[in-house]
Nanobody
Framework: QVQLVESGGGLVQAGGSLRLSCVGSGLTFDRYTMGWFRQAPGKEREFVAAISMVSGHRTDYAASVKGRFIVSRDNAKKTVYLQMNNLEPEDTAVYYC?????????????????WGQGTQVIVSS
């Protein structure tokens, strides 16, 4: 059974940084493309970032986070990270990691089969 567990969320002031982690179990981690999504209250879940399987040489970012967020992975630790810098109040949301058992990096939530439970990020102004 695939399990994804996020951590690292919290309350931070605007301009600050957080690093989210997502640990996978029950899957051959390096054979999964990993994605990060977020959902703010009253809004639809939206794509944030993704990293391809194995070496993770391909990444993709939403325009709203490009240049501020960095996605990376450590296959030995079965962990994907989201480094979030220069946070803005608009980044406030529940952040979810997701896994996709193909090489293709996709930005739609329907493209991912496995999901974590989410971690809350609150950015105060």
């Amino acid at each position: 059974q695939v399990q994804l567990v996020e951590s690292g969320g919290g309350l931070v002031q605007a301009g600050g940084s957080l690093r989210l982690s997502c640990v996978g179990s029950g899957l051959t981690f390096d054979r999964y493309t990993m994605g990060w999504f977020r959902q703010a209250p009253g809004k639809e879940r939206e794509f944030v970032a993704a990293i391809s399987m194995v070496s993770g040489h391909r990444t993709d970012y939403a325009a709203s986070v490009k240049g501020r967020f960095i996605v990376s992975r450590d296959n030995a630790k079965k962990t994907v990270y989201l480094q979030m810098n220069n946070l803005e109040p608009e980044d406030t949301a529940v952040y979810y990691c997701a896994a996709r058992a193909t090489f293709e990096v996709v930005t739609t939530h329907s493209g991912y089969r496995n999901w974590g439970q989410g971690t809350q990020v609150i950015v105060s102004s």
